[in-house]
């Protein structure tokens, strides 16, 4: 459907025609078209939508405008909204909104979502209990295969997941987890304490996000039960709550490795004002331009060697250019790896000797193609060919180790090895680069 079309026919009050499309979309597909009306139109179109799928379109919203879109309903339409929503998507929504907005709506709704939501609520942000959903199969322990599908069969439309189901005890403490497809297969009378398995992995409520991803990651699930301290089930996570979690810490990486403060809230580009773009980006470049000063004084440093090879300055951005890169590609990887647990700490010593082999290669490759691009193309000659080939070379080298061993020493430190990335690794090796680059020039020309 096209917007332009689908917004004349708002205009026109077409709404037959309008509940009609919405019939032949997907839920996703409508979130879209309704994101660029106006205020009173995307009002005007949300309330003709069926509301057995209004609460999932809402859901697809970015938070600003789910904000936007409840302040102007009616008391009514969002108290039956928050109702049709589950709680884990109800308890996103109210952590962006005011907190006089969040207790007028939990006023109007029903004891049981409004108690559900405000146990959410006093989870963490980023916490596995303030991403867990309530609404789940339970099934108790004693129940045949066939009573066990009854009460799956009665629940599915409430629930967020049924691919897994959790087996609990009288006090609800998990015991075990059983499969859709191991009721289908196995005799309807067999207890489903005989087929339900060990759930290995349980997610506790005041585990971090990261975490939570990883052992969704490193176990292939798609459902994961939570449990308090006491093992009692209190939730479940499914994956598509950890596909937001993973954009979430990839945004966030990708900010800091571009000396950028993160947008906790994922704020999209177009809606952020100039000030908080500012915000963002002005303390690390204020950091950076200050720790680049260090550079303008090894260069004043040597300004008689300077003054007496002016042709030394224009390599300069090359040497300090090619090192960053090398530096900043060590990094990356070794960020990722780290990201990956592929390696520890413990393992610096492996990752450092492994990137002094790939800088000694890079380097001197890099350094015989400079040499002789130097005296074939650029005429220079062999002494100041050789000391800014040689400088290359241990710029590469520096550059590999320092990209290498930052973001190690961080994770160590507990600290995000992001913040280690690219812009202060080059400035540490631009530094570092311009050193060697006037150390080796003053005593090869004996300046």
Same mark, same amino acid.
């Given at each position: 459907m096209n917007f332009k079309e689908f917004e004349e026919l708002i205009h026109a009050k077409k709404y037959s025609?309008?509940?009609?499309?919405?019939?032949?979309?997907?839920?996703?597909?409508?979130?879209?078209?309704l994101s660029d009306l106006s205020e009173e139109e995307l009002k005007q179109a949300f309330r003709l939508l069926p509301k057995d799928i209004a609460a999932d379109v809402f859901t697809n919203f970015d938070n600003d405008l789910?904000?936007? *879109?409840?302040?102007?309903?009616?008391?009514?339409?969002? $108290?039956? &909204?928050?109702?049709?929503?589950?709680? #884990?998507?109800?308890?996103?929504?109210?952590?962006?909104?005011?907190?006089?907005?969040?207790?007028?709506i939990l006023a109007k709704v029903d004891k049981e979502t409004r108690d559900e939501i405000n146990a959410l609520l006093k989870y963490?942000?980023?916490?596995?209990?303030? *991403?867990?959903?309530?609404?789940?199969?339970?099934?108790? $322990?004693? &129940?045949?295969?066939?009573?066990?599908? #009854?009460?799956?069969?009665?629940q599915a439309e409430d629930v967020v997941a049924i691919d897994n189901c959790f087996v609990v005890d009288k006090k609800r403490k998990l015991l075990g987890s059983?499969?859709?497809?191991?009721?289908?297969?196995?005799?309807?009378?067999?207890l489903i304490d005989d087929i339900m398995e060990e759930v290995a992995h349980p997610i506790y409520t005041l585990m971090d996000q990261e975490e939570v991803a990883k052992i969704f990651q490193d176990y292939d699930c798609t459902t994961l039960p939570v449990v308090d301290s006491e093992g009692l089930l209190v939730g479940v996570i499914t994956i598509d709550d950890v596909l937001d979690i993973l954009e979430q810490e990839v945004s966030e990486d990708i900010s800091k490795m571009a000396a950028i403060i993160p947008d906790k809230d994922a704020t999209p580009y177009l809606k952020k004002t100039t000030w908080e773009l500012y915000k963002s980006r002005m303390p690390w470049l204020l950091i950076l331009m200050i720790s680049s000063l260090f550079t303008g004084t090894i260069i004043t440093s040597y300004e008689s060697a300077l003054a007496s090879y002016v042709i030394l300055t224009s390599f300069i951005p090359m040497i300090m250019d090619t090192g960053g890169n090398a530096g900043s590609q060590a990094s990356v990887t070794i960020i990722r790896a780290l990201s990956l647990d592929e390696i520890e700490f413990k393992d610096l010593f492996k990752v450092i000797w492994k990137e002094i082999r790939v800088a000694c290669i890079c380097g001197i490759t890099l350094g015989i193609c400079n040499f002789f691009r130097l005296i074939l193309i650029n005429n220079i000659a062999v002494n100041i060919s050789l000391i800014v080939s040689s400088t290359l070379i241990l710029t590469i080298f520096i550059a590999k180790?320092?990209?290498?061993?930052?973001?190690?020493?961080?994770?160590?430190?507990?600290?995000?090895?992001?913040?280690?990335?690219?812009?202060?690794?080059?400035?540490?090796?631009d530094a570092s680069s311009l050193v060697i680059y006037f150390k080796i020039a003053c005593t090869a020309l004996g300046i």
């Open positions: 025609e309008i509940k009609k499309i919405y019939s032949e979309m997907e839920e996703y597909d409508i979130s879209v078209l789910q904000v936007e *879109l409840i302040k102007a309903l009616s008391t009514s339409e969002t $108290k039956e &909204l928050v109702e049709d929503m589950y709680t #884990d998507d109800a308890a996103d929504l109210f952590e962006e909104m005011p907190s006089g907005v969040v207790s007028k963490p942000k980023n916490s596995a209990g303030s *991403l867990m959903a309530v609404e789940y199969v339970d099934l108790k $322990k004693g &129940l045949t295969i066939k009573e066990s599908i #009854d009460r799956i069969r009665k059983v499969s859709i497809k191991d009721l289908l297969v196995n005799n309807p009378y067999k180790i320092i990209g290498s061993f930052l973001p190690m020493l961080a994770a160590k430190l507990k600290l995000d090895p992001a913040v280690m990335a690219s812009p202060l690794i080059t400035t540490i090796v």
